[in-house]
């Protein structure tokens, strides 16, 4: 369709995001529903990134998926194969995947499906590991491997028995809506989400037939979780993301992605190119002795959250993390998402925040206005130490980089025939 104006244009964006209806309908092995990880690949978070340019805690992820996978049986020889080429890598969202923080997915790992029923689009996403050493933020010891193990023997199967029983799949919609007026973001919190979300599933675990040790460990794991519902928001952006991206026209940001290298964004006028920049390090609130010193560079589909318009473009919505993340309190809150609204064009009315005046959250990044005044999203992050292994060492927010939008504005420019 051609639209007559850039504003017409991203009103049909807008239009895409509030008609959306993501559901979520099974949890499968990545490799049946990703055809390019039945050979040796892996998905990566952010733009295509080689591992000469990934930073440790990425190239540690990669260690723990060749481990998982089998492919080498210990960690000499899981890094001469990622080095010397044997490994296929594939940017996560090249494959309507995402991944938090390394993003590295792998055949066996189990992932959420999602689909926006009014696009009939699909997204994956791999489940939520928990806190502690994990592999998205570069563990790769005996501990990270057993858990990854069970995850795809016992959680993943588990879900899918579940979410069989579920008619038409679990609508992500009314649980966001119930979850952003419990104080939830989406990025940095999902407590409310994850919650509801085993709500809604321990009725149907309970009779999907699991072994009575299956059924706790399942049980226990979703509620030891306060993040999983992440991962489930992370592949419903996606999903509702890559639609808003068909429209083929306009100047909306519809995707935000980091590989700990480079930043890339995708703008609704622009088609499927990255436009990049060097990332920026997160800062904010360390545990007990870290610092910046120690911090990693910014990484992670996570930041899909924001495109679509919560996580730090929605901090109202959970006034508690401005402390979790190092930035105040609730006037901070309220400073953050009027600034983002000053870069948004409309508000989701699917998406009512109580704190901030029943206001829907921010909706629809204009790459125009990012550029006329200079303000870059705010996105809420874990932070990652920079030494694989050491896992989390805190929680901030980063900026997009400012070069992103430049580059975009100055394609979209060109494209329209006017002058950047």
């Known amino acids: 369709m051609t639209y007559k104006t850039i504003d017409e244009a991203n009103e049909a964006v807008i239009q895409k995001v509030i008609e959306s209806q993501p559901f979520l309908l099974d949890v499968v092995p990545a490799k049946s529903?990703?055809?390019?990880?039945?050979?040796?690949?892996?998905?990566h978070s952010g733009p295509s990134i080689k591992w000469e340019d990934m930073n440790d805690p990425m190239q540690g992820s990669c260690v723990g998926a060749v481990l998982f996978e089998g492919w080498a049986s210990n960690e000499e020889e899981a890094r001469k194969m990622l080095a010397g080429g044997e490994i296929k890598f594939i940017s996560a969202h090249s494959v309507n995947?995402?991944?938090?923080?390394?993003?590295?997915?792998?055949?066996?790992?189990p992932v959420v499906v999602v689909e926006d029923k009014a696009s009939g689009r699909r997204a994956y996403c791999n489940l939520n590991e928990g806190i502690g050493a994990v592999l998205r933020f570069?563990?790769?010891?005996?501990?990270?491997?057993?858990?990854?193990?069970?995850?795809?023997?016992?959680?993943?199967?588990?879900?899918?028995?579940?979410?069989?029983?579920?008619?038409?799949?679990?609508?992500?919609?009314?649980?966001?809506?119930?979850?952003?007026?419990?104080?939830?973001?989406?990025?940095?919190?999902n407590i409310a989400g994850s919650a509801l979300f085993l709500k809604e599933i321990v009725p149907y675990l309970i009779t999907a037939g699991l072994s009575e040790k299956e059924l706790q460990e399942v049980t226990k794991?979703?509620?030891?979780?306060?993040?999983?519902?992440?991962?489930?928001?992370?592949?419903?952006?996606?999903?509702v993301m890559d639609s808003a991206l068909t429209?083929?026209?306009?100047?909306?940001?519809?995707?935000?992605?980091?590989?700990?290298?480079?930043?890339?964004?995708?703008?609704?006028?622009?088609?499927?190119?990255?436009?990049?920049?060097?990332?920026?390090?997160?800062?904010g609130l360390y545990f007990t002795g870290y610092s910046s010193a120690d911090?990693?560079?910014?990484?992670?589909?996570?930041?899909?959250?924001?495109?679509?318009?919560?996580?730090?473009?929605?901090m109202i919505a959970a006034p508690g993390?401005?402390?979790?993340?190092?930035?105040?309190?609730?006037?901070?809150?309220?400073?953050?998402?009027?600034?983002?609204?000053?870069?948004?064009?409309?508000?989701?009315?699917?998406?009512?925040?109580?704190?901030?005046?029943?206001?829907?959250?921010?909706?629809?990044?204009?790459l125009r206005k990012v550029v006329e005044t200079g303000i870059t999203p705010v996105i809420n992050t874990g932070i990652a130490n920079k030494v694989a292994g050491k896992g989390q060492i805190g929680?901030?927010?980063?900026?997009?980089?400012?070069?992103?939008?430049?580059?975009?504005?100055e394609a979209l420019a060109e494209k329209y025939g006017v002058e950047a």
Not at 97 to 109: C, K, Y
Not at 337 to 343: F, K, L, P, T, V
């Open 221 to 239: 794991f979703l509620a030891d979780t306060d993040q999983f519902f992440l991962n489930i928001m992370m592949a419903s952006a996606k999903a």
């Open 33 to 43: 529903v990703i055809s390019e990880l039945n050979e040796k690949a892996l998905l």
């Open 295 to 314: 911090a990693c560079p910014d990484m992670g589909d996570s930041a899909i959250t924001e495109a679509y318009g919560v996580g730090g473009m929605a």
């Open 321 to 366: 993390v401005t402390r979790f993340v190092g930035t105040g309190g609730f006037s901070d809150a309220i400073n953050t998402s009027d600034e983002m609204r000053e870069i948004c064009i409309a508000n989701n009315p699917n998406l009512s925040i109580p704190t901030w005046d029943f206001q829907g959250a921010c909706l629809g990044i204009d």
């Open 247 to 283: 429209v083929g026209e306009g100047s909306i940001v519809t995707h935000l992605a980091r590989n700990g290298h480079m930043f890339g964004i995708k703008v609704s006028g622009l088609g499927d190119q990255w436009f990049t920049a060097p990332v920026n390090t997160p800062d």
């Open 395 to 409: 929680a901030g927010t980063v900026r997009v980089p400012l070069g992103c939008f430049e580059k975009a504005i």
């Open 97 to 109: 995947a995402v991944g938090p923080m390394g993003g590295i997915t792998s055949a066996n790992f």
């Open 138 to 189: 570069g563990a790769y010891n005996e501990e990270v491997i057993n858990r990854l193990n069970w995850m795809k023997d016992v959680l993943g199967p588990a879900l899918s028995k579940a979410l069989a029983q579920i008619e038409g799949g679990m609508n992500v919609n009314v649980l966001v809506a119930k979850a952003i007026t419990m104080g939830d973001e989406f990025h940095q919190r």
